[in-house]
């Protein structure tokens, strides 16, 4: 009855009765494939072998190890754990069906029993495990697919973080490129002025050699050297020479001082921890962002006295300069940006104010929240704040804010002055 057997499952049949396992054998064998055995112990065997049952009909009566030992050992065992178990027995007692069953049988049939009703209830306890293998290979599935998306979700935060960097790191290279050209370019038009100058003064030079030469001459060469002296008008470059000079060298300290601060501000790929100057990582980060300012806010300083304070100092730059560009981003128009550190107990205060446009009180609370910009695209990200939150929390400290509309907004960031608990497991490589 080939026709039958599209259950394709594997039965195993426990009884030591033989013309049970003959009546019922021949019966269920028409629908699947069936084992049996006539003990328990064989049955152990038989289900941990190659051709693991998909369920177990299980005689409770039996000499030698009975139903219920049968069932406390197949739970027991990792191997045979998930097998359905059915109790099919001449016990017709209450009790004996509760014992069953808290030992973990899924059904209990009573012999003699009706074959139809036997192969129905098989069915569906067939059908009930595949449901439950298929369920717990969705889990499975479900709970690695999980993973994979926050896997993909980290991956794309880190490449926002990396994006937004390079994004401020480009809008700083286009500020400091237009900061050296300046003195670079006065300083190069400064010294061909003075190269003229220095042929024009050469020559006057040769002129007074012709002095100590022939004394005939010497009358002539007096009169050349006037005619010179008036033409190159020579009195006005002796004048010009040092104003040039002093004009090139304040050129070149200019330079000099923004790679200084380049380097400070950076600390290439250094991001140690120490005991560091607040007011030099302020004032570096205002000379590299200064490009940004100087043409429509003034900047004030208030700097208190600040002991050193132990941090990643270019991290601490980091933020400075995201509270400095959001403070010049809110002045429409002109303002004023002022700066005031002062110390209380064992923190430091450092604090940004600006006359720009102020919060919307509506937007007071999700100013911190990733990705949350009022700015145009291309201009916000939305980052510049959490990840500056997150430097300040690493730092065992806190970013406040406080902003009137139409007024202006103030960012306070706190920090501890010595290493604390938090600095300490942040610090763990
Ligand atoms: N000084 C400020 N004045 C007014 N609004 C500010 C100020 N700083 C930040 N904001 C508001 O907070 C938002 C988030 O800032 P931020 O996280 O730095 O991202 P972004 O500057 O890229 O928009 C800004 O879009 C702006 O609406
Ligand atoms: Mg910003």
Redesign the pocket.
Known sequence: MEKQRADSATLLLVDDEPINIKVFGAFLSEYFDVLVSTSGEHALQLAKGNNKPDLILLDVMMPGMDGYQVIARLKADPDTHDIPVVFVTALSDDADEERGLKLGAVDYIYKPCNLSILLARVRIQLELQRSRVWLEDQNAFLEAELERRQQENQQVQLQLLQSEKLAAIGQLAAGVAHEINNPVGFVNSNLNTLKTYIGDLLGVLDTYQKLAGDPKQVEQARQEIQKLRQQKDIDFLCKDIPDLIDESLDGLSRVRNIVASLKDFSHVGDNKWEMADIHQGLDSTLNIIWNELKYHCTVTKDYGDLPPVYCQISQLNQVFM?LLI??A??IKGKGEISIRTWQTGREVNIEIS?T????APE?LNR?FEPF????PVGK???????ISQNIAKAHGGRIEVA?IVGQG?T?RVVLPIEPTSVTRENEEP
């Open positions: 995201n959001n403070a981003q809110a600006d720009g446009e102020g919060v937007h100013l949350f910009t009022t700015k916000g990200t939305g980052l510049g704040l959490p902003s907004t960012f």
